[in-house]
């Protein structure tokens, strides 16, 4: 197998409407890069016309991956991209391009030189940018972050932001533990880096809010709270193993 400097994984579900953008832009950008890469979109299980877009848009090129998957929720999507992908870095990025592709080389430069292990792109530290997001939104996603660092890992700032860089070895350790499929993944996956002792850094980014987004501020939250419950048990059981 050739070396791959870079893989990005992207999951989706029924996200006929941006996806085939999606895909073009990151392609525009990397293949700029002087480095190698792949893209892997990881299909939760849509029921629009998101496959046949990827499908078509993807044909003949070797380089982007398409993972087709049963319907278990955002979490399971991305684990089954991390634990596919070749990369040396593994970089977690939202379908609807929240943050331009632009920024994605300060999570490299920070990987590159330094002896972290995970960056994770934040919108609430110093520096950070938000545009276009709702109150509701802005203040539910604030008392969610409050109860992860009550319940669950302290630390960050934004522990559910879509964009997070990983080096493989982590991402490996890491996603072959995490047990939550649904959107509380993120804090899981933090709370195992501050178990396991990798070492993280939070960055500033500029993020957009999109109007499409899939996230349902009130279920979602309710089932978000009830998924970090479930990783203090997990932990409790055992479940988690270096």
């Not at 999606?22 to 890469?37: D, V």
């Not at 991390?82 to 994605?104: E, H, P, R, T, W």
């Not at 802005?138 to 080096?167: A, E, P, T, W």
């Not at 993280?200 to 499409?212: A, D, F, G, L, T």
Request: contains cysteine; glycine residues 6%.
């Amino acid at each position: 197998m050739s070396y791959i400097h870079l893989s990005v994984i992207v999951p989706v579900y029924n996200e006929v409407l941006v996806i085939g953008q999606t895909i073009t832009k990151l392609r525009g950008f990397l293949e700029n890069q002087l480095y190698s890469w792949e893209i892997l979109v990881c299909d939760d299980g849509s029921t629009d016309d998101t496959l046949k877009t990827l499908y078509n848009q993807a044909i003949n090129l070797n380089n982007v991956r398409i993972l087709q998957l049963p319907h278990k929720g955002k979490g399971s999507a991305i684990r089954s991209g991390v634990l596919s992908s070749n990369g040396k870095y593994i970089f977690m990025c939202d379908a609807d391009l929240s943050m331009s592709v632009d920024q994605i080389p300060i999570f490299l430069h920070k990987m590159n030189n330094s002896e972290i292990d995970i960056v994770i792109g934040s919108r609430q530290i110093e520096g950070s940018v938000r545009i276009g997001e709702t109150w509701i939104r802005h203040f539910m996603g604030r008392v969610f972050n409050k109860l992860v660092k009550l319940i669950l890992v302290g630390g960050y700032q934004d522990s559910q932001c879509g964009y997070k860089c990983f080096s493989s070895e982590s991402a490996t350790h890491l996603f072959s533990n995490q047990r939550i499929d649904g959107w509380a993944f993120d804090a899981e996956i933090l709370f195992l880096a501050q178990k396991f002792r990798y070492q993280v850094s939070e960055i500033p980014i500029e993020w957009h809010h999109r109007s499409n987004s899939k996230v349902r501020v009130l279920s979602s939250s309710f089932s978000m709270l009830i998924e970090i419950i479930k990783v203090k048990i997990l932990d409790k059981f055992g479940r988690y193993h270096f």
